[in-house]
């Protein structure tokens, strides 16, 4: 079975700082992982994904995410964030093999401070 | 861009009546999913359903629970006596035909509201 924990349900940055969400994930196979975003009242995003290419994954709106084996980890930065970042923010995964069942976080909720 | 569309979106309805949820997924995808977030709560995976059938399901699925695809293009989720406890978002979600894990694409999401 895969799960993934994200540390921290609330982060608060300031604008321009960096941003930095973490996601560990526990997986008896090699994994398939994925960032949403979820925007106050609308549904979930797609930010990025790892589908075991590039170790280093770029997404939309300038965010990134390194997949880390050693670490089972699958962190999500920003170098600068900025206001419009607002929001809550879910890693997930799924094995391959399945039918695609994504598991997700509990979520991280950013807030960006003026 | 394509885009998966859900209605309606935000429904209320009593104990006990049944409820349907509607989807269109993205065209070419033919995997199709139905995930439900309870306010403040995981996202939670409920079916997945290719081939015209049920691939997987949860625990929460359970025989109040059934999805259909009438014809090409929509995908529903029934919920034949709803209970109080049903409240929550409800997200349809399709991802890409085999051969690679692309992610699934999901909407904005059904509010049902259970009085």
């Known amino acids: 079975a895969q799960s993934v924990t994200q540390l921290g349900s609330h982060v608060s940055v300031s604008e321009g700082a960096l941003v930095l969400l973490r996601c560990n994930y526990s997986?008896?196979?090699?994994?398939?992982l994925f960032w949403y975003v979820q925007y106050p009242n609308q549904g979930l995003q797609l930010l990025l994904k790892y589908t075991s290419a590039a170790t280093l994954v770029k997404g939309i709106n300038g965010f990134e995410a390194e997949f880390k084996k050693s670490e089972t980890s699958f962190h999500l930065t920003k170098p600068s964030a900025h206001m419009s970042d607002a929001a809550e923010y879910f890693c997930?995964?799924?094995?391959?093999?399945?039918?695609?069942?994504?598991?997700f976080g509990s979520g991280t909720q950013l807030t960006v401070l003026p | 861009e394509p885009e998966v569309t859900q209605t309606p979106s935000h429904q209320v309805t009593q104990m006990g009546q049944e409820v349907i949820l509607r989807c269109v997924p993205i065209s070419n995808h033919l995997y199709f999913y139905w995930y439900r977030q309870i306010l403040g709560q995981k996202v939670e995976f409920l079916v997945s359903f290719y081939n015209n059938e049920i691939s997987e399901k949860s625990e929460i699925f359970d025989d109040q629970f059934s999805v259909e695809r009438p014809d090409g293009s929509n995908f529903t989720l029934k919920i034949r006596s709803t209970k109080l406890e049903d409240s929550a978002m409800y997200f349809c979600a399709s991802s890409e035909a085999l051969g690679g894990v692309d992610g699934a694409f999901f909407g904005q999401g059904t509010r049902l509201t259970v009085v």
């Open positions: 997986s008896s196979v090699p994994p398939y």
């Open positions: 997930a995964v799924t094995l391959s093999g399945s039918a695609r069942q994504l598991t």
